[in-house]
């Protein structure tokens, strides 16, 4: 019985929840009529941040060790940490999901309307997409 109650409760949750949409761009396209509850990733140059965070590393291993632990300690740390894993979080995801430019917006991890960042211009273009594959 309690394995039908969980396939149930699966069955629930799958039909009810609710379509996924991701905006995927770059500060130089930003979000066109955004729409509440649609995450936006900023993909940024991940290379550029480190450089901001680590600028002149020595070329001395124990010194570079050294002069990374220093700049881990400063206050600002935490917050340009989070940046940095965001960053590449966002890098990881557009990679995962093959988007190949920007502005893009995906549909159920699945869909990809490239040149937009509006979701409901994004929408009327992947509907007339499958509109015409009929």
């Known amino acids: 019985m309690p394995r039908d ?9 799958s039909a009810t929840s609710p379509a996924q949409t991701v905006i995927y761009t770059t500060s130089r396209y930003p979000v066109v009529n955004p729409q509440p509850g649609v995450p936006v990733q900023i993909l940024e140059d991940v290379s550029q941040l480190e450089q ?7 070329q001395n ?11 881990m300690q400063q206050p600002d740390w935490r917050t340009q940490e989070a940046r940095l894993t ?3 979080q966002a890098l990881l995801d557009a990679y995962t999901l093959g988007i190949e430019k920007v502005p893009a917006v995906v549909f159920d991890e699945r869909d990809v309307v490239y040149g937009t960042s509006d979701v ?3 929408q009327k273009k992947r509907d007339a997409w499958r509109e015409s594959q009929r």
């Open 5 to 13: 109650f969980f396939v149930f409760l699966l069955l629930i949750f």
């Open 52 to 58: 901001v965070l680590f600028p002149t590393l020595s």
């Open 86 to 88: 965001r960053a590449y």
């Open 120 to 122: 409901a211009l994004a």
């Open 61 to 71: 291993p124990q010194q570079a060790e050294q002069q990374a632990r220093l700049r």
